[in-house]
């Protein structure tokens, strides 16, 4: 569009909500994955591929061939800003595998991104895409980048160029980006406008698009959704009833609202909900509207008046049905493993359990629903919006969240069944389930 045409009213209201939205993507002064650093959380992802990878007893070549990614890519990515002077960034992409489809994941903006970090999650990616049986490998890309210090105009240029660097690399059966933290629906619809100038039409390229460029209903709330749907599951297995459950949830952003927003509307009991403001507990249970509307105007729960204030480390430790650390990474380690008193955990965040902490919680008998499953929503329905773009068609909300609900309960099904049949924990069973249908993926495809 020519800069000096006018948006029609409705184009422009959107794009100046991105634009807020984008601001409030700013991600907040922590490291990434928490107080776990990112060489941990690589050493997670292998230490639990190598865990199943024993009970499958699987071959050293195979393993090999498993864990090596399949390419490690890394760019300058230099802008002019809008001072004018010239600003040069470091962009990721790492494609992990690509055995059971065309690999996606998440794009990262964030000033502590690394390769290290990037090549973690990934992995994760690709294990993933796999235990819920969705057609695609994995992939994870970044540029570090303090998006705090950026315009839009720059942000929207750091874009366009990192999609210079690499559009060749993705594409809609190569490698599909999706939003991660620091990036939101508007990137993504930059990332298709530029990635179009060289391979023309194309809306599958990228997911978590605008819903009105393409984008699919019900992404925001799939992450959310998937992990209320997965503990409900959850729930029913181990016989306690939803009503009568008390849960704890960790974070109020995007998974965390929509998590405790899916239980009220369950019938569950939300006795605790924080941000990086602190935690609110009530045990007679939280007024979950009440909260999300206090956020929308406040900004965070500081000061919302539903119940007694408490820590976040103080929320970890609650006497509860179910905890959902559903903000941060390695928030739960062996110096408060002992003291947790949740009947299971349900991990809506990437890696909040440390593996010294994971084998803690398999002693002490607490249940744990590991991140490759619990948040496995969102990259459901990025793939949902990837078949609707391929199609030229749209799917309603309802649909979205039937598919959605059809294909998390398959995949808790079988990760369950699998963890009772080889007497493991779910989450080995997860990796289980993962590693032998990319291993299955890799043989029969042959090199
Ligand atoms: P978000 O930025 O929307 O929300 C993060 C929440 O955590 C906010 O409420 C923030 O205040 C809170 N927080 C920040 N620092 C904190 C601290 N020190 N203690 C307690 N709370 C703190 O992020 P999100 O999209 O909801 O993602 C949350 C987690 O879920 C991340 O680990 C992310 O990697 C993972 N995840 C997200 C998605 C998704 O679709 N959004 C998908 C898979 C996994």
């Known amino acids: 569009m020519h800069s000096n045409q006018k948006l029609p009213a409705s184009i422009g209201i959107n794009l100046l909500k991105a634009y807020i939205s984008f601001i409030k993507t700013v991600p907040p002064p922590f490291s990434p994955q928490g107080p776990q650093n990112m060489k941990s959380a690589l050493e997670a992802a292998e230490q639990y591929f190598v865990e199943a990878a024993s009970v499958l007893d699987l071959s050293s070549s195979m393993r090999k061939l498993l864990m090596t990614p399949e390419r490690e890519i890394k760019v300058q990515v230099p802008i002019k800003r809008d001072n004018g002077e010239i600003a040069t960034f470091v962009g990721y992409r790492m494609q992990h595998n690509s055995a059971r489809g065309p690999m996606k994941g998440g794009l990262r903006y964030h000033h502590e991104v690394n390769a290290d970090e990037v090549l973690a999650l990934a992995s994760l990616m690709t294990w993933k895409t796999a235990v819920v049986d969705i057609p695609y490998g994995g992939a994870k890309g970044g540029i570090s980048v303090n998006i705090k210090e950026m315009s839009i105009d720059e942000l929207e240029r750091l874009t366009r160029r990192f999609v210079d660097e690499l559009h060749d690399l993705f594409g809609p059966d190569k490698d599909i980006p999706a939003p991660d933290m620091g990036t939101n629906s508007q990137t993504m619809a930059w990332i298709m406008n530029q990635y179009q100038k060289f391979h023309g039409f194309s809306p599958a390229c990228v997911t978590g698009k605008p819903v009105e460029l393409y984008g699919a209903e019900g992404r925001e709330e799939a992450t959310g959704r998937g992990v209320g749907t997965l503990t409900l599951a959850t729930l029913r297995k181990t016989k306690r009833p939803i009503e009568s459950a008390t849960i704890a949830i960790q974070g109020f952003g995007n998974v965390g609202s929509f998590t405790a927003a899916y239980f009220e509307k369950a019938g569950g009991r939300v006795v605790a909900i924080s941000d990086v403001s602190g935690g609110v507990f009530n045990r007679m249970g939280l007024d979950v509207t009440a909260a999300l509307e206090w956020v929308k105007g406040k900004g965070s729960l500081a000061e919302f008046q539903g119940g007694e204030h408490i820590s976040n480390e103080e929320l970890l430790l609650l006497d509860v049905d179910v905890l959902i650390p559903a ?79 059809n294909t998390l309960t398959r995949a808790f099904d079988r990760v369950w069944a699998t963890a009772e049949e080889k007497k493991v924990s779910l989450r080995t069973a997860a990796y289980l389930l993962a590693i032998g249908r990319v291993g299955r993926a890799e043989i029969l495809g042959g090199i």
Not at 342 to 369: C, Q
């Open 327 to 405: 903000a941060l990474g390695g928030v739960l380690t062996e110096n408060n493993a002992h003291d947790v008193r949740a009947k299971m955990i349900i991990e809506a965040a990437n890696g909040p359990i440390t593996p010294e902490a994971d084998a803690i919680f398999r002693k002490r008998e607490i249940l744990v629903l590991p991140d490759i499953l619990a948040n496995a929503g969102g990259v459901t329905v990025s793939y949902f919006e990837w078949v609707q773009n391929q199609q030229y068609f749209r799917w309603d909300l309802r649909r979205v969240r039937e598919e959605l609900e």
